[in-house]
C-alpha cells in the first residue's frame, strides 16, 4: 500500500489539527473516560449483534447507460465501499452508479460506461486494488465513497487518507477526474446507541474533514454526505434505512447521488454555473477552513482554485466551497418511485 511517509505532502499535522477543531460533543476526556470503563466496548459488540450481517451482493451496475445517445462514452468507475456498491438495494437501477450514470448521461446527452470496483466491508486500506483494477478501462472519472468502515473499525485518520490520497493521486497521474463521497455520519445508525452514537458522530466529522483536505490538496473533489443524510435518516428510518438499518435504502441511495451529481459534471467540466443556495453559503477559503466547514453542513463541495493567480495564501491551498440545500428535501419521491434513475436528474 506505500510507504508511510510516501504522501507527507498532505501535511499531517494540519489534518489533525481540523481533526480537533471538528470534534464535537462529549470530547476527548468524556471519551477516554467511558472508554476505560468498559462502556464503548460493551456497546460495540451489541451494535455488531444488533446489525444483520451481510446476506447477498448488491446488484451489479456495470454497463452502458444511455447507449443510444451519440458520441464516444463516458467512462466511470464506482470505488469504495458498501455504500459504493449499493449495498442494502435488489435492482440494478437503485444502485449509486446507475443512479449517477443515468443522471450523467442525460446531462450531458452521451452513453456513460459504468465500472464498479467497490467491494462491501472495504476499508480505505482497500482501495489499491481496486484503483489498479479501475485503471486497466482507462476512465475518465472515479466516484469513491469510503470511510465508514475505517470509523467502525477506528482505524486512525491519518493511516485511512493515506490510502484515500494515494488512490486519488494515482487516479489523478492517469487523468482521471476524482470525486469523493466523504465519510457518512454514523450518529444516525439506530443499532448504536449513546454514547457510542455521539463518539461516532465526532470521528466521523474527524475523519471527514482530513479527507477533505487530502483530496483537494491531490487534486480531486469532495461532496460532504454525513448531515446531508442524517437528520434525514433520524427522522424517516424505515423509509431512508435498508432493511439492516445500517445501510441506505433505496431513497437513501438516491439522495446521495443526487447530492454527488452536480459535482460529478462539474468534475468533468459540465457543470452549470449555480446561484448560493443559502445566504453566503458559497466562497473561498482556506483549505483547513473549507474542509472544517464541509464536515458541518450537508452537501458541501469542495475544490481547489486560485485567489490573483495564486493556489496558496496564508492559510494554505485555496479552496473553492459551494454548499447547496438538502436536495431531496420535500422532494423525495414516493415508496416504489424514488428508484427510478429519473429522479437523479429531477433532485440534482
Not at 299 to 318: D, F, K, L, Q
Request: some cysteine; overall charge positive.
Amino acid at each position: 500500500m506505500g510507504d508511510a511517509g510516501s504522501v507527507a505532502p498532505v501535511g499531517w499535522q494540519r489534518a489533525r489539527r481540523i481533526a480537533r477543531l471538528t470534534a464535537i460533543g462529549t470530547g476527548a476526556t468524556v471519551a477516554a473516560t467511558v472508554a476505560t470503563g468498559g462502556v464503548l466496548l460493551g456497546q460495540a459488540r451489541q451494535a455488531r449483534r444488533t446489525i444483520p450481517m451481510a446476506e447477498a451482493p448488491p446488484p451489479r451496475c456495470d454497463g452502458v447507460y444511455g447507449a443510444k445517445l451519440p458520441g464516444p462514452p463516458v467512462t466511470m468507475v464506482i470505488l469504495g465501499d458498501s455504500s459504493a456498491a449499493g449495498y442494502g438495494v435488489h435492482r440494478r437501477r437503485e444502485t449509486p452508479g446507475a443512479l449517477l450514470a443515468t443522471g450523467l448521461s442525460r446531462r450531458l446527452h452521451r452513453p456513460v460506461r459504468v465500472h464498479r470496483f467497490a467491494v462491501v466491508g472495504a476499508l480505505s486500506a482497500g482501495l489499491k486494488p481496486q484503483v489498479e483494477s479501475a485503471l486497466e478501462v482507462e476512465p475518465d472519472i472515479a466516484v469513491v465513497l469510503v470511510g465508514g468502515n475505517d470509523v467502525t473499525n477506528r482505524t486512525p485518520p491519518p493511516v485511512a487518507v493515506r490510502y484515500l490520497v494515494d488512490a486519488v493521486r494515482t487516479l489523478r497521474a492517469a487523468g482521471c477526474e476524482v470525486v469523493v463521497g466523504t465519510c457518512p455520519d454514523l450518529g444516525a445508525i439506530r443499532p448504536i446507541q449513546p454514547p457510542l452514537r455521539w463518539l461516532a458522530r465526532r470521528w466521523s466529522r474527524q475523519l471527514a474533514a482530513a479527507q477533505t483536505m487530502a483530496v483537494v490538496e491531490a487534486g480531486g473533489w469532495t461532496v460532504s454526505l454525513g448531515d446531508l443524510l442524517g437528520p434525514r435518516f433520524a427522522a424517516e428510518p424505515t423509509r431512508m434505512f435498508a432493511w439492516d438499518r445500517f445501510h441506505p435504502s433505496a431513497e437513501g441511495y438516491a439522495v446521495a447521488a443526487a447530492a454527488l451529481l452536480p459535482t460529478v459534471l462539474s468534475a468533468l467540466g459540465a457543470g452549470q454555473e449555480r446561484r448560493p443556495a443559502l445566504a453566503g453559503a458559497e466562497g473561498v477559503r482556506s483549505l483547513p477552513e473549507a474542509a472544517q466547514e464541509a464536515a458541518r453542513h450537508a452537501g458541501t463541495e469542495v475544490s481547489a482554485t486560485e485567489v490573483r493567480g495564486r493556489e496558496r495564501g496564508p492559510g494554505g491551498r485555496w479552496a473553492q466551497l459551494r454548499r447547496r440545500a438538502f436536495f431531496g428535501v420535500g422532494a423525495v419521491p414516493q415508496p416504489g418511485t424514488a428508484a427510478d434513475p429519473a429522479q437523479v436528474e429531477g433532485l440534482a
